[in-house]
């Protein structure tokens, strides 16, 4: 069994609102390309094993892994779909390394909303259909119902949440890959159309099209390939409950769940202390609130206070969605964990830019499939 696994090629292309002039297989393409270019590694010869991760009901398309094989260099390879976020596909493909079987797995994810016509009505498939389909149950009030609770739960206030949304919108405009960089003011948040009271229009990220490809590897071929690697020192998941009628809604229980995992698998005791910034799930901007909390980076009910004060911006005492989040690139549907996980990955390697982190060792990604889902993951990486 391999031990150590690190991360040795990343590659990334779209993050924009609308790419009518390419298909998901060209923006596919785009990023495995430049993954296996920055791992230095060829995918017929070297690459072991390919993990996709999409939604059939979005692709339109069932058993999708029969139409990645030709964009990834996989024909005649190991391929498989993870009907689950992109940090499920991440988790999957670090297994596959642990195994001893494979020297070098590679994953992709993508998003191409901007094809899905009624994208709403797609998402509502996802809910109970005996219990809760048939009352059409909009997405985004699931969510305004989710948000309503967490704040009467913990205090939290609504300046605090719309705090979130002028955080990651400004943090994404000191990063080239993300669509919806803005400078917005809390009163511009606040007063933007309510969707779902309480929540508001500006809090909820808009989709965007993209596709992100990782190379992972052994210790042994890592060292031999990068003299940079990102090594995984921790994954977990889990699967809240999938009924609306049954789940604590004031709390992201499934990511208290997966960083426990994930934590005890890293031998971190103490979070607060040991991860040095963290990218999160924002899909809503009162998400980031509650799982940084789930998480343990925060005291619980303590994220909106924090956040109102600064300590989650980029010079703070715990960066939180330098890369502007899902707020600022966009949410990439399936693709967006793999997106945290990618910003995670560039800060190590000390290659973000404009907004580059100092004296950071341990970073933390989290995910959230989204409504009506209680299930998530997270991935600790260290350079």
């Avoid at 494979?102 to 994208?119: P, Y």
């Avoid at 739960?153 to 705090?163: F, K, N, P």
């Avoid at 980031?288 to 010079?315: F, I, M, R, Y």
């Amino acid at each position: 069994m391999n031990e150590r696994v690190a991360i040795v090629g990343v590659g990334w292309a779209g993050f924009r609102s609308v790419t009518p002039e390419v298909s998901y297989k060209e923006l596919m393409y785009a990023a495995a390309v430049r993954a296996y270019a920055d791992a230095g590694v060829d995918p017929l010869r070297d690459i072991d094993s390919f993990v996709t991760v999409a939604e059939d009901f979005h692709e339109g398309t069932s058993i999708f892994d029969e139409y990645t094989p030709d964009q990834l260099g996989a024909v005649l390879k190991p391929m498989h779909t993870i009907a689950g976020d992109g940090l499920h596909g991440l988790a999957a493909a670090y297994m596959l390394v642990r195994t001893g079987q494979f020297s070098i797995v590679a994953v992709e994810g993508h998003s191409k909303a901007s094809n899905i016509l009624t994208l709403p009505e797609i998402t509502a498939y996802a809910q109970d259909p005996v219990l809760n389909r048939p009352l059409r149950l909009n997405t985004h009030f699931i969510a305004g119902l989710e948000m309503n609770r967490y704040l009467y739960e913990t205090g939290t206030s609504l300046e605090q949440c719309a705090a979130v949304t002028v955080k990651n919108r400004r943090n994404a405009l000191d990063n080239p890959s993300a669509a919806y960089g803005a400078d917005l003011t809390l009163a511009e948040v606040l007063d933007s159309q309510f969707l779902a009271w309480p929540l508001s229009r500006h809090q909820v990220s808009e989709h965007a099209d993209g596709a992100i490809v990782m190379v992972l590897a052994t210790e042994e071929t890592a060292r031999r390939l990068t003299d940079y690697p990102v090594w995984i020192l921790g994954v977990g998941w889990c699967s809240d409950s999938p009924s609306l009628e049954n789940r604590d809604w004031g709390q992201a229980v499934y990511a208290r769940q997966a960083a426990g995992m994930a934590y005890r698998q890293a031998g971190i005791r103490s979070p607060q202390s040991a991860i040095d910034f963290a990218e999160v799930d924002d899909t809503y901007a009162y998400k980031e609130l509650q799982s940084l909390e789930a998480l343990g980076l925060v005291p619980a009910g303590s994220a909106g206070l924090l956040t109102e004060e600064g300590a989650t911006q980029p010079d703070g005492e715990l960066p939180v969605n330098v890369s502007g989040g899902s707020q600022g690139m966009g949410n990439l549907l399936d693709a967006t964990g793999l997106a945290r996980a990618l910003e995670v990955v560039v800060q190590l390697r000390g290659e973000a830019g404009p907004r580059q982190l100092k004296e950071i060792q341990i970073g933390l990604a989290q995910s959230w499939r989204g409504v009506p889902t209680a299930s998530g993951a997270v991935v600790i990486l260290s350079n």
